[in-house]
């Protein structure tokens, strides 16, 4: 799955201090340019994008794609500067009109996924009012309480999201023995469980998984009969997305069902649930085998040939698109696959060849935020 | 909506996977590992080997072979076939007897175990009244003598194990009618020696540990004679006529006793210590066998000088004034000589000897000056030295098998001229398919060439690098050794041979051409030998060169061992292959992947820092890449930076045992309830206290070892662009990349003058990091790429090069194809992700239906780090079936294995022997035969002695092979198919031949 980030372009603007910004609304495309070290203010911005796509009653969201292909928010000065200063070299603008956008939330894999993730709203209690609080929508999630309403109350089922960030996964595993209830009364049986915490890493920083919780499953597989080694095997072998299912050792803090917080994932959570029927409890909702697939981690392929070719990056293949083609990412998906090829020039591929070739040991090590981990194919 | 249509099988398709898979394990080849008793049957001539896992194996002519296992897992002690009988018992370590017996099911012998049984006291008799020391099975054919430690001797009934009270010797018995003055001694203690009289069923010899011997007249309960001896028994022999009875003692003397009706209490005849005057160690047993010439052959194990030769496991033959201690390279388990089977026959005639070692079965010929030695065509001792690699290579071409034939021909001069003298049963497995070899790497620097064709693995030729390199010993020190005069005769007999000279020779990997004869071979200290089958003897120098791996990166330094110095100048090379060209990694470490072109000329070598490719035809280097990544400081410094992790591993392992076994211990008195939760609970119970801990982290880049090459491949594709297709070089590391180099090999007439050039074309890195354990190309029908040199011998269609080529990459944990020339991932199929199994071993292999002659799928063989074994279809990379194989224990097992290309396989179950398995419907090697009693007409000679008998009917055996000839040669072509190889392949016939004259003689 080749979809196409031009580093490519990267070469051409790098020196300048312009910013070359694209911004959509709709179908409509604009083209201005900011400066990469004076953006000036937010306000300034959202005004010259209201001017510029003559939109003049409506409120709106602007968000961004970032490196990583993520949809992120601006909406106040700082993380507009950010978005300026992180554009390498296009900053690419997507408006929405406020009522639209509120069907997607900004976060991780907007740009490349088919469904909007959701993320949970009622994460984290809001403590201070005086405290202004972005929507959670305008955090990119680092991990999520799935499948609330397929799971038994005693269990939680977390995803943990790696966004190519630094963090390690933070955790260990070990064998034990979990204690079940059978026709026959109490019985023990081998399981598996969370043994200890990395201090600062995902896992501790979720604080969705704790020491001495049992590990059911592990991407929507059962762990019962597996060895320790099989499922660390598993666990790493998943790791760019990790759906731990759990039994807390700490029953105190699940979420009961009924009392489900108001405002909290309504229609936008089923709509998650977008397979046929109802799937039976043990099946990942909210993760399919397909969207695995696509939303795995790419190769990264570097094809050494030095005679001049033209740079071949082809389209990602159509996946199956969802029929409600309203929102924002699949449009945006197809901008960016048209967008894409035929694009970059030759000369400039060969540019990048160059700088990478001289020592081809190090071709690999990507320049730090560069494209990564999670980071889509670089087919140059 | 393609989920849906992915899910639920296709019967058809279901229908097909049953025709062409199907999961054996046929047959165990090799030396069974721990031998505990010998049997041996001379009317079947069927020899018997137990274990101390209580396996219990029969070998007879080449291809019949059986096999069984006790239950108890109990070590075998003792093996007695029922005269004239397909049964035997055996006597396990726990006092149990068990009597298995050769069925005939659809006209193939099977070997089932029909009754076990325990001899049982009275009620408060001490264990050791019924703790079996020697068994005799009568040759009324229905009774068992069961020689007990007390000195009581048991009867029981055969086949229902029914004891016979009033036929049991007591030791009181034999008291009362013995004369007063050979009472006086404490003469009893365990029956030590039991034997039937020659020729009086009535009558049989009993041997007490003290040094009575007794004969006892069965129907009339009373003593016949008595032999008192000084010393104490260690085992009896009773000649052929009934007339001598000669016993052997624990102060390494043997002694003769006439046995006459007259003198009822004889002076020994004669007493020797044949290694005296020192003390000498016991004798455990002797034969005194007869022959017509005159002179009889004395054997007997053991009887060396305790203080010089205490340590030897010996076995002497002495006969005609000559005598030759036969020294062994282990530990004497028991010995059988195979002498006339017909109990009427007037003489002995021993013609073979067979001792079986702990670790190797040496069969000695008795008929040749000299004593030769007969080479095993079954139970080759495999681990000679150990196994460090093994290497399949299916369907050889007659040309080469005949080359290699011939020239392990040559390295087997003394040997005897004698056909396997144990021949029993026949058998009735199809001729092998094909040709096939198995090549294994041993640590002291040698490979050993097997033919893996058939039932029977059997040693062709054996290859020794050693003489490239300077070590230590010297090889002809050995030699000088020899020869002198010497007391006792000793003469160093067997192969088994673990201590190597230096632990840097051993082979790490091999990859044999079998349409060039271009062999290379890899080791530990970073050499690679490239060789070539020469029918000569030569000597030449071995062109030396250097690999830097390192390419001047500076900074590091390698703890690990230094690399072999080669020996300088020409050095003699027996007929076989040669080295011609050795290259050196530096740093000198572990060659950990090998691959070798025989049409471009080239090889391609790699180790943990990288690899690099040479042109041995120029013997020039074309290019080094190294792999390494920067921050890998323990690739850099070679293996001793590891041995403190071991030792860690080691200490933690340690403790955690203590701690688990104290507990266990304490709970062993608990109570009975239900057997299984209470093991389930044991093993909760470990568990709770040896908490294991695995990290769970992303692989990132850092990580150790990633440089590792693990596999390297050659394909003719479409590197660059999809219209012109170029030679490339594969190779993927530990850390999850694969490089693509683009390879120009000049034309062949400016092979010489034009060098070979490599560029780099692509470098995949797979995101998920993991290990890449396999690189193949399919073409354009995606069918894998054919071998080179395949082609141009005709033995396979030329790869479509009109299509897109597909490049499949398999990782410990995921199979992932991608398009060519543009590198792009287009289907893949995740295994640990779902499973948590690692892919450990990959292969292709060709699977034929069993209905349609001509139909065949290529699928890829996996081996999981479970021990499964899984059939992963191409170019779809569907599962297509699961076979659980090898316990996921047995990590040597597992890494042992080696596929073929017809979905068969092969892995070590101990350092000595191959599991044979096959995943094929078509191609199954496995043993089927026929063991049935000889008719006794048949049997029954018309000459003396059992061989001039033998001679004759290989006689008419060849005669009538040479009236069928015509017939033959016809069966045997169309039995090849036109596959090219047409010809009289020696093995074959000889199957052939004796179907035919069984035919006849029945």
Redesign the interface.
């Known amino acids: 799955m080749n979809r196409s980030f031009h580093k490519s372009q990267t070469l051409r603007f790098y020196d300048c201090g312009a910013v070359e910004v694209k911004s959509k609304f709709g179908a409509e495309f604009r083209r201005f340019s900011l400066d990469r070290h004076k953006p000036g203010k937010f306000e300034d911005f959202y005004k010259l994008v209201l001017h510029t796509h003559h939109i003049s009653s409506a409120e709106v969201t602007i968000g961004y794609a970032d490196v990583h292909g993520d949809l992120l928010p601006i909406n106040n000065d700082d993380n507009f500067s950010k978005a300026v200063s992180s554009a390498s070299p296009l900053l690419r603008v997507f408006i929405q009109k406020r009522e639209e956008a509120d069907h997607y939330g900004f976060g991780a894999g907007t740009l490349r996924k088919k469904k909007a993730l959701v993320a949970p709203r009622d994460e984290g209690p809001r403590r201070r009012a005086q405290l202004r609080i972005g929507l959670p929508r305008d955090f990119r999630p680092v991990s999520s309480i799935i499948d609330v309403d397929v799971l038994p109350e005693t269990h939680r089922r977390v995803r943990l999201y790696r966004h190519g960030c630094e963090k390690p996964l933070g955790f260990y595993i070990r064998d034990g023995a979990s204690v079940r209830v059978t026709p026959q009364g109490l019985e023990k049986a081998p399981g598996i469980f969370i043994s200890r915490m990395v201090p600062g890493g995902l896992a501790e920083s979720t604080g969705l998984l704790a020491v001495n919780d049992e590990v059911l499953e592990v991407n929507g597989i059962e762990v019962a009969g597996k060895t320790l080694d099989q499922v660390t095997d598993m666990m790493i072998a998943n790791s760019h997305n990790l759906i731990i299912t759990v039994k807390p050792a700490n029953q105190r803090n699940n979420v009961v069902r009924a009392g489900r917080a108001p405002g909290g994932p309504g229609p936008s959570s089923d709509s998650a649930a977008s397979a046929p029927g109802r799937p039976p409890p043990r099946v990942l909702q909210n993760f399919h085998p397909d969207e695995a697939e696509s939303d795995d981690e790419a190769d990264i392929v570097l094809e050494g040939a030095l005679e001049p070719r033209a740079p071949r990056a082809q389209p990602a293949p159509p996946g199956p698109s969802r029929p409600n083609g309203a929102g924002l990412a699949p449009r945006l998906q197809r901008e960016l696959a048209l967008g894409g090829p035929g694009r970059g020039s030759s000369g400039s591929i060969h540019r990048l060849l160059s700088a990478l070739r001289p020592d081809p040991r190090h071709s690999l090590v990507l320049p730090p935020g560069g494209v990564e981990e999670h980071g889509p194919a670089v087919t140059l | 909506?393609?989920?849906f249509l992915r899910s639920g099988p296709d019967p058809a398709r279901e229908r097909l996977k049953r025709d062409l898979f199907q999961f054996n394990k046929t047959v165990e080849h090799g030396f069974p590992h721990q031998p505990s008793a010998l049997g041996f049957s001379p009317s079947l001539r069927i020899l018997a080997i137990g274990t101390r896992s209580g396996a219990i194996k029969l070998y007879g002519a080449p291809g019949v072979e059986f096999m069984g296992l006790h239950q108890e897992n109990n070590a075998v002690v003792q093996i007695h076939f029922l005269p004239g009988q397909c049964q035997l018992v055996t006597l396990l370590d726990d006092n149990s007897l068990h009597l298995w017996s050769l069925k005939v099911k659809g006209g193939v012998s099977e070997l089932q175990e029909d009754e076990s049984f325990t001899l049982r006291g009275p009620p408060g008799a001490a264990p050791s009244a019924t703790q079996v020391t020697v068994a005799l099975p009568h040759s009324s054919r229905e009774l068992l003598y069961l020689g007990t430690e007390s000195g009581s001797v048991f009867a029981v009934q055969l086949p229902a194990f029914r004891v016979l009270e009033d036929r049991a010797i007591s030791s009181d018995a034999v008291l009362q009618r013995l004369p007063e003055e050979a009472r006086h001694r404490r003469v009893f203690e365990m029956v030590e020696a039991l034997q039937e009289h020659p020729r009086d069923p009535s009558k049989v010899l009993i041997g007490y540990s003290r040094g009575l011997l007794v004969i006892w007249d069965l129907q009339g309960g009373r003593v016949l004679a008595h032999f008192l001896s000084s010393q104490q028994l260690e085992n009896v022999c009773w000649q052929r006529d009934g007339r001598l009875i000669v016993s052997c003692h624990s102060d390494g003397s043997y002694c003769q006793w006439p046995v006459s009706g007259d003198t009822p209490h004889p002076e020994p005849l004669t007493s020797s210590v044949p290694y005296g005057p020192f003390p000498c160690k016991a004798i455990t047993k002797i034969f005194w066998l007869t022959t017509k010439k005159g002179l009889p052959f004395t054997i007997f194990q053991g009887g060396m000088p305790r203080a010089s030769y205490g340590d030897r496991h010996c076995v002497s033959v002495a006969h005609d004034g000559q005598q030759t201690a036969f020294d062994f390279t282990s530990r004497i388990i028991d010995f059988a000589v195979l002498a006339e089977a017909d109990p009427a026959a007037a003489f002995d005639d021993p013609y073979a000897l067979v001792v079986l070692a702990e670790e190797e079965l040496v069969v000695i010929d008795l008929r040749t000056a000299g004593w030769p030695l007969v080479p095993p065509p079954y139970l080759s001792s495999l681990h000679c030295s150990a196994i460090t690699c093994s290497h399949h290579v299916s369907n050889i071409p007659l040309k080469l098998w005949e080359r290699i034939v011939a020239a392990g021909g040559r390295q087997h001069t003394r040997v005897s001229p004698m056909e396997w003298p144990i021949d029993g049963g026949t058998s009735f497995a199809p001729p092998p398919p094909q040709r096939d070899l198995l090549l294994t790497g041993h640590e002291d620097g040698s490979v050993r060439f097997w033919d893996a064709s058939g039932v029977c693995l059997q040693l062709l030729y054996k290859l020794s690098t050693v003489r490239v390199f300077l070590t230590d010993s010297d090889p002809s020190e050995n030699l000088s050794a020899q020869g002198e005069e010497e007391w006792p005769p000793l003469r160093k007999v067997g192969s088994f041979d673990p201590y190597s000279d230096d632990p840097r020779l051993g082979i790490q990997k091999i990859f044999l051409c079998k349409y060039s004869g271009y062999l290379a071979v890899a080791g530990t200290a970073g050499q690679v030998l490239v060789l070539e089958l020469n029918d000569e003897e030569a000597e030449h120098a071995v062109e030396q060169v250097e690999a830097d791996l390192l390419q001047d990166q500076e900074g590091y330094r390698w703890k690990g061992h230094e690399r072999l110095s080669a020996r300088p100048g020409p050095v003699r090379f027996e007929p076989g292959f040669q080295p011609f060209v050795l290259v050196q990694c530096q740093p000198p470490a572990v060659v950990t992947s090998l691959a070798l072109h025989s049409e471009w000329r080239l090889v391609a070598f790699g180790t943990s820092h990288g690899f690099g490719l040479f042109d041995h035809q120029q013997r020039r280097q074309v290019f080094v890449k190294?792999?390494?990544h920067?921050s890998d400081q323990l690739a850099l410094e070679g293996p001793l930076s590891r041995v403190k992790s071991l030792k860690k591993s080691l200490r933690q392992s340690f403790r955690r045992m203590r701690r688990s076994r104290v507990p266990s211990q304490k709970q062993r008195p608990g109570g009975l309830p239900g057997e299984g939760?209470k093991a389930?609970?044991a093993?909760?119970r470990d568990?709770?206290l040896a908490?294991?801990?695995?990290?769970?982290?992303?692989?990132t880049?850092e990580d150790s070892f990633t440089g590792f090459v693990r596999t390297l491949y050659f394909a003719d594709t479409y590197l660059?662009?999809s219209s012109r297709h170029c030679p490339s070089l594969w190779a993927g590391t530990n850390g999850g990349?694969v490089y693509g180099f683009s390879l120009r090999v000049p034309p062949a007439e400016h092979r010489m003058d034009e060098p070979v050039r490599a560029?780099?074309?692509?470098?995949?890195?797979?995101?998920?990091r993991?290990p890449v354990v396999g690189i193949v190309v399919l073409d354009g029908h995606s069918v894998p790429l054919p071998e080179p040199l395949e082609v141009a011998h005709d033995l396979s269609k030329s790869p479509d090069m009109q299509g897109s080529h597909q490049l499949l990459v398999v990782s410990e944990?995921?199979f992932?194809v991608f398009t060519l020339p543009?590198?792009?991932?287009k289907l893949?199929l995740?295994l640990?992700?779902?499973?948590?199994?690692?892919v450990r071993r990959v292969s292709v292999a060709h699977f034929g239906s069993c209905r349609a002659e001509d139909y065949g799928e290529h699928h890829l063989a996996v081996l999981t780090?479970?021990g499964d074994i899984q059939v992963v279809s191409l170019p779809l990379l569907k599962p297509q079936v699961r076979y659980s194989c090898i316990r996921?224990e047995d990590v040597s097992g597992i890494a042992s294995c080696v596929f073929t290309k017809y979905g068969q396989g092969f892995y070590l179950i101990s350092p000595s022997e191959f599991e044979r398995f096959s995943l094929s419907t078509k191609w199954l090697v496995e043993p089927r035969c026929l063991v049935a009693l000889a008719e006794p007409k048949n049997h029954r000679h018309p000459h003396n002695g059992g061989r001039p008998e033998k001679a004759s009917h290989r006689a008419r055996n060849s005669g009538s092979q040479s009236d069928g000839e015509e017939v033959l040669k016809e069966i045997q072509s169309t039995l090849e198919g036109g596959q090219g190889s047409c010809g009289d392949w020696h093995s074959r016939r000889m199957a052939m031949g004796y179907g035919l004259s069984n035919g006849e003689a029945e």
């Open positions: 909506m393609r989920r190294c792999t390494l920067p939760p389930a609970q093993g909760l568990m709770e908490p294991v801990q695995r990290k769970i982290e992303a692989r880049a660059r662009d990349t560029e780099q074309a692509k470098e995949i890195q797979l995101m998920h993991a944990e995921q992932k543009k590198v792009s991932a893949k995740k640990t992700a779902l499973e948590g199994s690692r780090n479970l996921q």
